[in-house]
């Protein structure tokens, strides 16, 4: 069987190309193909600054290129051995099923359908969202309720959509969106004032005003959130042990905010007292053993892209392009939302 | 056609030369052969395709089926001519995005055809500078992708037009902003029932007095003028209905609001833009469709035409057309699907056709299978219809022989 | 008397025949026959007159040339911007390819371009050609992707620009080619299955937009392998452009082989030759020279077709363009003139084969009589 689709395969396409293109990948347990192919790979935006951008150089930076990375040094004990496929909201889901990416860590909403019918599992939230609105300024619309017939630009295979249509229904309140296929097309209409208003999430929102607009000052994100959006990576259904690596190695970046572990002070931290931080940091129980990775998994991962509230403040947080405010995502302990399950 | 499809080799007798040992010298059984492999070879890979695909969704949980089209969409369009709420089911939605398509797809082959026949005639004319624009228009324009010129023209309407508060007003009642073009439209009342059957015996009387002047013609060569009367007729049917209607004359203007133009009826950039780029590239394949079947009817033709005192126009429209005719139909329905199929890429400029609506329900249900081949199958079926159709005028087209 | 009556009849002299030749004589024939054509004539001088100082002084006189942010928004879309191509005419001619090592691109387009055009020439048209063909994309494979002696390792998501739409057509349409020679043939074989497999592939392709397929290779193609063996984005998408462009030329092929008389078929069969000696010595030779101006027509419109892929966030030289001017704030307003330029790229392309293929028409021509 393998055989004749080889032939068949090789019949449609000339020999060379078949050689040369590459990607395919491994069969059986991810995390066995990850380590064979000495590489991860990984499901990332086309371009949003902040989340998942490359620069001119094609170097990836961003919150969820971060994920990949620490993923990679846990792993593989190099957080550059990542390739990173750029994907569209559309080709994300096609991607993770059929095993093109490893894990897709692309600002994906959780919700039930996306859990129960598309054969993914949702890991652990990485970023506390809401959907909003940016309007220009000039405009002078200060609330979503005066956006009565207008425009409104929205990119297609997001969860986006149908809250746009819920929360206006429900005001009724009739709008017109304007669907495009990709982010960048839609942002592009949005600038060129096509709509007079733009949604997604505020954090997309926030993205794509301080990065993209010519003057971020004539744009304003109203106050209004919409709707509830936990973003964070998805796995594959039915493997659990590698489900469970991308689940673990967000809550130690979480636990080591809370341990007050970072980059920096990782080496130095593993002779603290504190039994916790011991048994994140590996250097007393082997936590990783229980994972099938090594004792310093947890290690490796802060040392590669710091914790996670370093990873905020990096990629997204008030000092950044971005300015957005921890809010929702500080930790438990300080207001917010973030509680990872202890490592014990 | 049916004989020159089946001049493949002859089939020669069953077994040629002494090696009857082996049958692989049977021409029919090496076809028989030939055929099997192809039947097995053709079943196995779809088998094995079909196969891994619902393994693959049974192993992920994927779930399949049609059933989903009857939920609800959830999600709104953004323009339709039928009515349409996002709480009814997705079938709804496709037959809107359909609509979509239908719409671009009609606007653009009347406007492709009335542009593209000028401009192939316009490619004959005897006037230099009208030949060589045109000729310079099609080289143009054929050549460029036709997604590019779509997205230059999205780009130019949507960047180069002010905002809806600043928006162009060239005529009273006509509004031209990045938000589209608006326009006064009459308000349906029930008066508007009988101009439209006003029309409609307009039409009748047009067309029985075309066959009349026909049969005229045929029995004693004498000329009726047809089109002045005929368009008398049209335009006297509607009047009268309109009379009898009550003269409703109530008109939907738009007008400048807070935000939006309102009233009125409006078409949006994007639909301008699909339609403008499909139109101006189709038109220049219709401009040389239409120069090369003129220039095939032989000079004989035109030059008898000339003889018998026929002056240029007549000569065109009695002469020289109707023969072109045969030879421009089948490659311009060809160009007529083509533009119908490049509509596909409205949805690269946010357009709401089939292509957009079927992928935004991929997305919110995940049923990727199901929505590709929905359509797929709907584009197949197009194109088939157009196909019978254009089947269909050849064989009533065909030079009967007697 | 008959003289003479002749003589008493004749008839005054005529002034001579407009002269035919010289300037003011073709002014007339061309411009002013009568005052129809005269109308014509001044309407169309009255929009040129009215339109060509503006696109002149928009796209030339006024222009700013240098890639001057500042100086251009000023001119705000009153005169062309070329700036943002002087600007940005790296990354919209290479896309993602890592600046530094866009040398390999060039060079594999420069030898792609080159042998193109050595293909075109009726001389050299011989057996080495395919040859010459499948070392070419060897090397421009190799060059890209890297990976040996000193040159990075450049993954093929990297790929970009002019380049990768030069790729997919000319390695679609080569890989279409053969698989279209045997639908074709198939389609008029004896054989019905055969022929109504062949019929059915033709129909069903041309009867959908290419956008489906492409939809299909980037969306639905994943769920036919078993997992993880799913071939690149790339490699899906270029099956699909293969398959499609396929559909199209086999029926340019087929008109071909439906032009060739019976009586080369009966010559063939009656010298004893098999169903493919027939076909590769007989038929094919003919058909093929007789439909190679709809072979390339079919390679304009894969050409033209290619930029269809940006629509599955592939970054040819369209797509290539929007990663150019999208992420810019500062040099996004100035997309008409990047749609201009990469137009301009497209249309030499595109217009230079159809004169090419006029001109070969014309010499096969020649060569029939």
New interface residues.
């Given amino acids: 069987m393998n055989n004749f689709k080889s032939i068949a395969l090789a019949g449609l396409s000339i020999g060379v190309s078949a050689l040369v293109f590459s990607g395919v990948a491994h069969a059986g347990k991810t995390l066995d193909g990850i380590k064979a192919r000495n590489q991860l790979v990984c499901g990332v935006n086309t371009g949003l600054a902040g989340f998942g951008a490359a620069d001119s150089q094609g170097k990836w930076a961003g919150m969820d290129v971060d994920v990949c990375r620490a993923l990679a040094a846990s792993v593989l004990n190099d957080p550059e051995k990542v390739k990173y496929v750029p994907l569209n909201a559309q080709q994300r889901f096609t991607a993770l099923q059929s095993g093109e990416v490893d894990v897709l860590s692309r600002n994906t909403t959780f919700t039930l359908t996306r859990d129960a019918s598309l054969g993914l599992s949702m890991t652990a939230v990485t970023y506390y969202d809401g959907q909003g609105f940016m309007v220009p300024k000039k405009s002078k619309i200060k609330s979503a309720k005066q956006l009565k017939n207008a425009a409104i630009c929205v990119q297609s295979g997001t969860t986006t959509e149908k809250n746009l249509n819920d929360y206006f229904k429900a005001q009724k309140i009739a709008i017109k969106p304007v669907v495009f296929e990709t982010l960048e097309a839609s942002v592009k209409a949005f600038f060129s004032g096509r709509c007079q208003a733009y949604t997604t999430d505020a954090s997309g929102l926030a993205s794509i005003r301080n990065k993209e607009a010519k003057n971020p000052d004539d744009y304003e994100i109203l106050p209004e959130l919409i709707s509830k959006e936990p973003l964070g990576p998805m796995v594959r259904r039915g493997d659990d042990e590698w489900f469970a690596i991308v689940k673990w190695t967000i809550y130690a970046l979480l636990e080591a905010e809370e341990y007050g572990i970072t980059a920096a002070n990782a080496d130095s931290m593993k002779t603290n007292d504190s039994p916790a931080v011991q048994r994140i940091l590996g250097s007393s129980e082997d936590t990783g053993k229980l994972l099938g990775l090594d004792k310093e998994w947890a290690y490796r991962a802060v040392k590669a892209v710091g914790n996670y509230g370093e990873m905020f403040e990096r990629n997204v947080g008030p000092k950044s392009a971005l300015k957005l405010p921890r809010g929702a995502n500080n930790l438990w302990n300080k207001g917010g939302l973030q509680y990872a399950p202890p490592i014990r | 056609m049916a004989s020159t499809e089946q001049q493949s080799p002859a089939t020669p007798p069953a077994s040629t030369g002494g090696t009857k040992t082996s049958r692989w010298r049977s021409r029919a059984f090496r076809g028989l052969a030939y055929q099997v492999i192809l039947v097995v070879v053709v079943l196995l890979v779809g088998g094995y395709l079909a196969g891994n695909t619902l393994e693959n969704m049974r192993v992920r949980g994927i779930q399949s089926g049609f059933g989903f089209f009857l939920q609800p969409a959830g999600f709104g369009i953004g323009e339709s001519m039928i009515e349409y709420d996002s709480s009814e089911p997705y079938w709804k939605a496709f037959v809107v995005g359909l609509s979509n398509t239908l719409r671009v797809a009609v606007v653009g082959i009347v406007l492709t055809t009335l542009f593209g026949t000028l401009l192939g005639i316009g490619r004959l004319s005897r006037n230099f500078l009208l030949r060589t624009l045109c000729t310079a228009y099609v080289e143009l324009f054929r050549n460029v992708p036709v997604l590019l010129q779509l997205l230059m023209w999205y780009f130019v309407l949507t960047d180069w037009l002010p905002d809806m508060s600043a928006a162009l007003n060239p005529v009273t009642g006509f509004f031209l902003s990045k938000n589209g073009l608006s326009f006064p439209i009459p308000v349906w009342s029930a008066g508007h029932f009988a101009t439209l059957l006003g029309l409609g015996g307009g039409i009748a009387a047009a067309w029985w007095h075309a066959r009349r002047a026909r049969h005229a013609f045929e029995i004693s060569g004498a000329q009726w003028p047809v089109l002045w009367p005929a368009i008398g007729m049209l335009v006297a049917g509607t009047l009268i209905g309109w009379l009898v209607g009550g003269m409703p004359g109530a008109i939907d203007m738009p007008e400048r609001g807070e935000l939006n133009i309102s009233g009125g009826g409006a078409v949006t950039p994007e639909f301008i833009a699909v339609t403008m780029g499909l139109t101006i590239y189709t038109a220049a394949f219709v401009a040389e469709i239409v120069r090369s079947g003129i220039q095939a009817v032989p000079r004989g033709q035109s030059e008898a035409a000339n003889s018998l005192g026929l002056s240029r126009a007549q000569n065109l429209r009695l002469v020289l057309l109707p023969q072109a005719m045969r030879v421009i139909i089948p490659p311009v329905t060809n160009q007529y699907l083509n533009l119908t199929k490049n509509s596909s890429l409205a949805v690269a400029i946010g357009y709401p056709d089939l292509v957009s609506i079927s992928n935004t329900t991929l997305n919110q249900t995940g049923r990727a299978v199901e929505c590709i081949l929905v359509m797929m199958t709907v584009y197949l079926v197009l194109s088939l219809l157009t196909a019978a159709l254009t089947n269909w005028y050849n064989t009533r087209m065909a030079i009967k022989e007697r | 008397m008959a003289a003479a009556n002749a003589m008493r009849s004749l008839i005054a002299a005529r002034p001579a025949p407009p002269r035919t030749a010289g300037s003011l004589s073709w002014l007339r024939?061309?411009?002013f026959?009568d005052w129809k054509?005269t109308l014509?004539?001044l309407l169309?001088?009255a929009v040129l007159v009215d339109w060509l100082p503006f696109v002149i002084e928009w796209g030339i006189v006024d222009a700013v040339l240098r890639p001057d942010n500042a100086a251009c928004r000023a001119l705000e879309?009153a005169a062309a911007c070329w700036g943002v191509i002087a600007e940005k005419y790296r990354?919209i001619l290479f896309g993602?390819f890592?600046?530094a090592e866009q040398w390999r691109p060039l060079v594999g387009m420069v030898m792609m371009v080159g042998l193109l055009a050595v293909s075109c020439l009726p001389r050299m048209w011989n057996r080495w050609l395919p040859v010459a063909w499948?070392v070419l994309?060897?090397c421009f494979?190799?060059l890209m992707?890297g990976g040996f002696a000193g040159l990075s390792f450049v993954?093929?998501?990297?790929w970009g620009g002019l380049p990768l739409t030069l790729l997919l057509s000319t390695?679609g349409l080569?890989?279409a080619f053969p698989?279209s020679i045997l639908i074709a043939l198939g389609r008029?074989?004896?054989?019905?299955?055969?022929r109504a497999?062949c019929i059915g592939y033709v129909?069903?392709i041309?009867?959908?937009?290419?956008?489906?397929v492409l939809?299909?290779a980037?969306?639905?193609f994943?769920?036919?392998?078993?997992?993880?063996?799913?071939?690149?984005?790339?490699?899906r998408v270029?099956?699909g452009i293969?398959?499609f462009a396929a559909a199209y030329l086999a029926e340019a092929i087929r008109g071909g082989l439906?032009a060739i008389p019976?009586g080369q078929?009966?010559a063939?069969?009656s010298l004893g030759l098999t169903?493919w000696q027939?076909q590769r010595k007989v038929v094919l030779p003919q058909a093929l020279r007789m439909v190679i101006p709809s072979i390339m027509n079919s390679f304009?419109s894969t050409f033209?077709?290619t930029?269809?892929v940006?629509?599955?966030?592939l970054y040819d030289l369209?797509g290539s363009l929007?990663l150019a001017l999208?992420?810019d704030?500062?040099w996004?307003?100035f997309?008409?003139e990047g749609?201009?330029f990469?137009?301009l790229i497209?249309?030499i392309g595109?217009?230079s084969m159809?004169r090419y293929s006029q001109w070969i028409e014309r010499r096969l021509a020649a060569d029939a009589v």
């Fill in positions: 024939r061309n411009l026959a054509n014509a004539t169309v001088v879309h990354l993602r890592p600046f499948v994309f060897t494979f190799v992707r993954e093929t998501a990297q390695l080569g890989a698989l008029r074989s004896h054989l019905p299955a055969v497999f129909e069903l041309r009867g959908i937009p290419l956008i489906s939809f299909m980037s969306f639905m994943p769920l036919f392998m078993p997992p993880g063996k799913t071939p690149d984005v790339l490699l270029f099956v293969t398959l439906q019976k078929f009966e063939a069969d169903y027939a304009i033209k077709d930029s269809l940006t629509i599955v966030s369209t929007g999208n992420g704030a500062n996004r307003q997309y008409f749609y201009l990469i137009g497209y249309w595109c217009f159809s």
